[in-house]
Each structure stands twice: as C-alpha cells, then as structure tokens.
C-alpha cells in the first residue's frame, strides 16, 4: 500500500484535530487577550496595551511574593510527600496482618474532593474554637492556635501533604515491591545494617519513582486554587496568595481580563519552564539506571 495514503490518519484526524482546538484556541485567545486593555467592567472599550499589561503584572507589589509562594509551597509539599511516601511503601511492603486494608485507608485522602478535604482540615480540625487539634489542646491545658491566622502557609502545606501524600505512597509502594529480595537478602548475608540496606538498596531502587512523582506533582501543584480559595483566600495580606490566586484575584476580582490574561501567560511559561528541567532530571535518572 502506498505511503501517501494512511487510513488510520484519518481515523485519528478528529481526535487529532478536536484535541488542537481544544489546547490551541484558550491559548490563542489568552495571548490575544494579554496585549489588549480590556476590562469586564468596560466591555465596550478595547485597546492595543501592547506589553503594558506584563509590564503592570511585574511590577504590582504581590507578583513576586506570589512566585516565592508558590516556590515554598510546591518544595515543601514535595518533601513532605516524597519523604514519608518512601517511609511508608517501605513499611507498607513487608507483610502484616490487615495490609490490604491499610493500604486502603492510606490512599483513600487522594480519591476526596480538594474543595471537601479542606473544608474538613479547617472547619473539623484547624477551627480554633470547634476543632479537633483546638479540643486537644485545650484538654492538655494549652491555648488553641489559631493556624491559618498565625501560620496560614504552614496550614496549606499540612493540607496539600495530606492530599498529595497517598499519590505518592502508591507509586512508591508499586515500585517498592518490584524490589528484587534475594539481593535485600545477600545485603543482608554480608552484614548490612538496616539503615545501610534502606539507603543503599532500597532508595536508589526507588529513584524512578520518586521521579515521576516529583514531576506529576509538580505540574499539579504549580495551579493549586480550591485548596486556597476555600481556606485563607490568598490571606493573611499575601501571605497565601500563590500564582494562580494572583491570576484569579486579578481576572475576576478587579475584573482586568487584559492583566490576568498576561498572568496566565507567565504561569504557562513557569510550567514549561519547570516541566522541561523536570522531564530531563527524569530522563538522566532513568539513563543512570538504566546504566
């Protein structure tokens, strides 16, 4: 059969092309919108701005406190994950009585509504008045605090670990059973000690791993927002305020379509950036394994 003439091309066109439009045309539209003065108070009035509107956006006072935010929040949760994802699926692997339903009620935090767990963790739990942690201390003698009015950041990343910590557990653990144990057991023939076996054995075989969650993660949580807007609403001041609140805050708070359209910009830009250095981390550690 001819080269220039593929059915299955043709089969794959509209998936193809209805995948395009769907990807394309948002951006299109979102740069289009990012050179114009267009505000949703003022429909009618539209104007070439050209590069004011990055211009204004680099230059409003919340812009770099929101990329520091977004940096300390997506790091810490990424440790916090990573570490005590590896922890568990090395403890989670050895045979115990009531795995299956441990294993169960671990990641069961991942498959609740981002919206849901944090108006549990701050209603049920981080309430100074009503929630549990408040009850606690208050029934040792200790004055309830008050977390997302004193700690707010540090409340977010509680929040966000506990939701992102069973996605992490599960590829870790699936990884983790893949381990070869006769070469765990002639470790241990030879005289290593726990410690030794967990960190020359059972981490470097679980490297891949904590690759791919470091980048699905990552991706995921550089447009973080239910989590926010339900709890702190990017307060106290900007204290929480991450990129995509700022885009949110701006686009339909001040109604400036031009200014969040050139923040999206800068946050898709921040996300290819990021995804790329990610994609070739991962790609070195496979190539170094592989070796």
Do not use: C
């Not at 951006?27 to 919108?33: K, S």
């Not at 942690?133 to 966000?160: E, N």
């Not at 995921?220 to 991450?242: C, D, K, Q, V």
């Amino acid at each position: 059969m001819s080269r220039r003439f593929q059915p299955g091309s043709l089969l794959q066109a509209p998936a193809v092309g209805t995948l395009f439009l769907w990807m394309a045309v948002p951006l299109v539209m979102t740069i289009y919108f990012s050179f114009i003065r267009y505000s949703l108070l003022n429909p009618d009035i539209k104007g070439f701005a050209g590069f004011e509107n990055y211009r204004f956006l680099w230059e409003d006072a919340s812009f770099f406190p929101a990329i520091v935010n977004t940096v300390v929040l997506i790091g810490s949760v990424l440790v916090i994950t990573v570490v005590l994802g590896t922890l568990m699926a090395v403890l989670y692997e050895r045979k115990f009585f009531g795995r299956n339903a441990a294993t169960l009620l671990a990641i069961a935090p991942f498959f609740v509504m981002p919206t849901v767990s944090a108006l549990v963790w701050k209603n049920m739990l981080m309430s100074p008045v009503n929630g549990l942690f408040a009850r606690a201390f208050s029934t040792v003698g200790l004055t309830p605090i008050d977390w997302f009015g004193r700690f707010p950041m540090l409340s977010l990343i509680i929040i966000l670990s506990w939701e992102w910590l069973p996605f992490a557990f599960l590829i870790l653990y699936t990884s983790a059973k893949s381990l070869d144990h006769e070469q765990r057991e002639a470790a241990l023939i030879d005289g290593a000690k726990p410690v030794q076996l967990f960190f020359h054995i059972t981490v470097p075989h679980l490297r891949r791993a904590m690759g791919v969650v470091v980048m699905i993660e990552t991706i995921f949580l550089l447009s973080i927002f239910a989590e926010i807007y339900t709890t702190t609403s990017g307060g106290p001041g900007s204290a929480t305020t991450n990129l995509a609140w700022l885009v949110y805050s701006l686009g339909l708070q001040q109604f400036d379509v031009g200014i969040a359209s050139a923040g999206g910009i800068l946050a898709v830009i921040l996300a290819n950036v990021v995804a790329f250095f990610l994609v070739r981390i991962l790609a070195r550690s496979l190539k170094g394994a592989r070796g």
